[in-house]
Nanobody
Framework: QVQLVESGGGLVQAGGSLRLSCAAS????????MGWFRQAPGKEREFVAAISWSGGRTYYADSVKGRFTISRDNAKNTVYLQMNSLKPEDTAVYYCAASQFSTTGWRMGYEYDYWGQGTQVTVSS
């Protein structure tokens, strides 16, 4: 069982930055691929970024590539999402998730076993 708790969301102006954190419980954090997804009001949940077990591979949605960076610290059981050059269209609830196995580069929500409760990110224009 893995419990995930996100933090770091908030209100920021367009062009600003935020760093989201996701703290995981359990001793097997390093055996999970980790991902960030987001869901805006009235829209479906979408993939944002993912990172492999060791952190050696990262994957990004085209909409955030070059602006967001995913990283992890296995010693701290934490995954991060650094978000720069934020845009109003980045406004959403952001969720972190853990996956033991993926064949899609951790891009698909159905491959994830555990989810956090989400943190709100609001970008004002």
């Amino acid at each position: 069982q893995v419990q995930l708790v996100e933090s770091g969301g908030g209100l920021v102006q367009a062009g600003g930055s935020l760093r989201l954190s996701c703290a995981a419980s359990g001793r097997t954090f390093s055996s999970y691929g980790m991902g960030w997804f987001r869901q805006a009001p009235g829209k479906e949940r979408e993939f944002v970024a993912a990172i492999s077990w060791s952190g050696g591979r990262t994957y990004y949605a085209d909409s955030v590539k070059g602006r967001f960076t995913i990283s992890r610290d296995n010693a701290k059981n934490t995954v991060y999402l650094q978000m720069n050059s934020l845009k109003p269209e980045d406004t959403a609830v952001y969720y972190c998730a853990a996956s033991q196995f993926s064949t899609t580069g951790w891009r698909m929500g159905y491959e994830y076993d555990y989810w956090g409760q989400g943190t709100q990110v609001t970008v004002s224009s």
